[in-house]
């Protein structure tokens, strides 16, 4: 049973920085597609950044120059490095991978509190 399994989050004073990590488990697979997605209360989730397996990037243009997503398939982990967070950054972060034969996947999520 693959897990995919968040970690890194807590609460930061805004300008401040977290990193957090993701790691799969469970099996053994390759990684196509590894991303982060946030969903703050009463709003939709919404996409943050995804990595895909020949090292592409993408950025919501609200994070833009303040976040990097970087992703280790040999480790099967995925990371988000996050700074100059502001308090609009509070939310609960969830990891996504997308594995080859195998489907999608989502982690269980980490909260993520910007404190102004």
């Known amino acids: 049973q693959v897990q995919l399994v968040e970690s890194g989050g807590g609460l930061v004073q805004a300008g401040g920085s977290l990193r957090l990590s993701c790691t799969a488990s469970g099996g053994i697979f390759s990684i196509n597609f590894m991303g982060w997605y946030r969903q703050a209360p009463g709003k939709l989730r919404e996409l943050v950044a995804t990595?895909?397996?020949?090292?592409?990037?993408n950025y919501a243009d609200s994070v833009k120059g303040r976040f990097a997503i970087s992703g280790d398939n040999a480790k099967k982990q995925v990371y988000l490095q996050m700074n100059s967070l502001k308090p609009e950054d509070t939310a609960v972060y969830y990891c996504?991978?997308?594995?080859?034969?195998?489907?999608?996947?989502w982690g269980q999520g980490t909260q993520v509190t910007v404190s102004s």
């Open positions: 990595i895909t397996s020949d090292g592409n990037t």
């Open positions: 996504r991978m997308i594995l080859i034969r195998l489907g999608d996947y």
